[in-house]
Antibody, heavy 121, light 106 residues
Framework: QVTLKESGPVLVKPTETLTLTCTVSGFSLSNARMGVSWIRQPPGKALEWLAHIFSNDEKSYSTSLKSRLTISKDTSKSQVVLTMTNMDPVDTGTYYC?????????????WGQGTLVTVSS | SYELTQPPSVSVSPGQTASITCSGHRLGDKYACWYQQQAGQSPVLVIYQDNKRPSGIPERFSGSNSGNTATLTISGTQAMDEADYYCQAWDNSTGVFGGGTKLTVL
């Protein structure tokens, strides 16, 4: 059974760095066909893709947020980590991790439950 | 950067056909997929590679993609289909979502 679960702080202060962890099970991050993205959703607003890490450790980032994002993975722990620097209240929202299988143009077939992050002083 | 445009809302009567469009430059040259998001829940994939249905998705969900527009069609719409729907594609290894469409079944 494939599952993804996000974890991290519920509340961060403006200018702080956010670190989120996606722990996966039911598949291996070392599998040549697997990738994981981070996607966020401000309250009442649309989904926004943030970053993706491929099985070969290549990474891609949202053009508008690239300077603030870093995605990495620890295959031995089955974890994908996203860091976002210089947090602002507009970054408040639910952050999801989601899996792709089969290459870069494949869909997000499994999603985590999401974790709500609030940015406030 | 690449953009996908959806209508903010679509209304349909129960049992009728709902169509939700997603527009982007030469979108037909890419694979489009669609996600359903019920209130308070994570998105669920309903269509991938333009017109394929994942296991467990009802046959009333179908998709097409040509030119600049991808379309999600729900035939015989049911009350349970009321949700937000998002299209998504990849552009040069960058993920892109549409702005979402709220489907109301009334």
């Amino acid at each position: 059974q494939v599952t993804l679960k996000e974890s991290g702080p519920v509340l961060v202060k403006p200018t702080e760095t956010l670190t989120l962890t996606c722990t996966v099970s039911g598949f291996s991050l070392s599998n040549a066909r697997m990738g994981v993205s981070w996607i966020r959703q401000p309250p009442g607003k649309a989904l926004e893709w943030l970053a993706h890490i491929f099985s070969n450790d290549e990474k891609s980032y949202s053009t508008s947020l690239k300077s603030r994002l870093t995605i990495s993975k620890d295959t031995s722990k089955s974890q994908v980590v996203l860091t976002m620097t210089n947090m602002d209240p507009v970054d408040t929202g639910t952050y999801y991790c989601a899996r792709t299988e089969g290459g870069v143009v494949m869909p997000f077939d499994y999603w985590g439950q999401g974790t709500l992050v609030t940015v406030s002083s | 950067s690449y953009e996908l445009t959806q209508p903010p809302s679509v209304s349909v009567s129960p049992g009728q056909t709902a169509s939700i469009t997603c527009s982007g430059h030469r979108l037909g040259d890419k694979y489009a997929c669609w996600y359903q998001q019920q209130a308070g829940q994570s998105p669920v994939l309903v269509i991938y590679q333009d017109n394929k249905r994942p296991s467990g998705i009802p046959e009333r969900f179908s998709g097409s993609n040509s030119g600049n527009t991808a379309t999600l069609t729900i035939s015989g719409t049911q009350a349970m289909d009321e949700a937000d729907y998002y299209c998504q594609a990849w552009d040069n290894s960058t993920g892109v979502f549409g702005g979402g469409t709220k489907l109301t079944v009334l």
